[in-house]
């Protein structure tokens, strides 16, 4: 998918030269929301954007093969390894390679897809036995949602306590994965 950014400045550009008024109207609206954006996030809030990017940065290639990785762990050779591959030398300021670049890299693709997939599969179900309602949808959702904040709690609680550090998204990416499996036990 093309970077935004790109595009504005391509669409901006292209305004330019047809209509000089109207490419600087666009640079001008841009600039303007992008200080209306900033101004109602919390510190520390615009750089989150960047963070998620880098849990969605997938390919097909990728979900394939982290399919087969988590349905058959058993598959994988000894001489595989389990470590995530970083850009530098694993010291306290390295970081990682993307998940299209590193299979064990953790995503959020799968577990969200997981996760609404399972919330459509659980739906279906009701509604074939002639149970379903709208509230069902959002109580399994918002259920579900709360028992994995609360995992998501309690493990960085632990990690807390022996003092270690992992970042919350990745928390929540590897908590995540756990859904496939209920997709794949739902009846």
């Known amino acids: 998918m ?16 047809h209509n000089p008024m109207a490419g600087m109207a666009v640079g001008y609206g841009r600039a303007m929301l992008q200080g209306q954006v900033s101004r109602f ?3 520390g809030m615009a750089g989150l954007g960047g963070s998620f990017k880098y849990y969605f940065h997938v ?18 050779h000894a001489k595989e390894q389990w470590a995530r591959v970083s850009d530098g030398d694993g010291g306290p300021g390295c970081t990682f390679r993307p998940p299209s670049e590193d299979i064990n890299a953790p995503d959020m693709y799968l577990p969200l897809m997981s996760f609404i997939t ?3 599969v659980v739906a279906f179900v009701m509604g074939t036995a002639g149970e379903f309602t709208p509230d069902v949808l959002y109580t399994l959702i918002q259920s579900c949602s709360v028992y994995l904040l609360l995992e998501v709690c309690a493990i960085r609680l632990g990690f807390f306590l022996v003092q270690m550090s992992c970042s919350l ?18 009846d």
Do not use: C, H
Not at 62 to 74: A, N, R
Not at 169 to 186: C, E, P, Q
């Open 2 to 17: 093309p970077n935004m950014g790109a595009m504005a400045d391509s669409f901006q550009s292209e305004m330019s030269k």
């Open 169 to 186: 998204l990745d928390l929540f990416a590897i908590t995540g994965y756990k859904v496939r499996g209920l997709l794949l036990a739902t």
């Open 41 to 43: 996030l919390p510190s």
């Open 118 to 120: 399972y919330a459509i």
């Open 59 to 76: 390919d097909n290639a990728y979900i394939t093969k982290k399919l087969k990785v988590l349905l058959f762990p058993f598959r994988r």
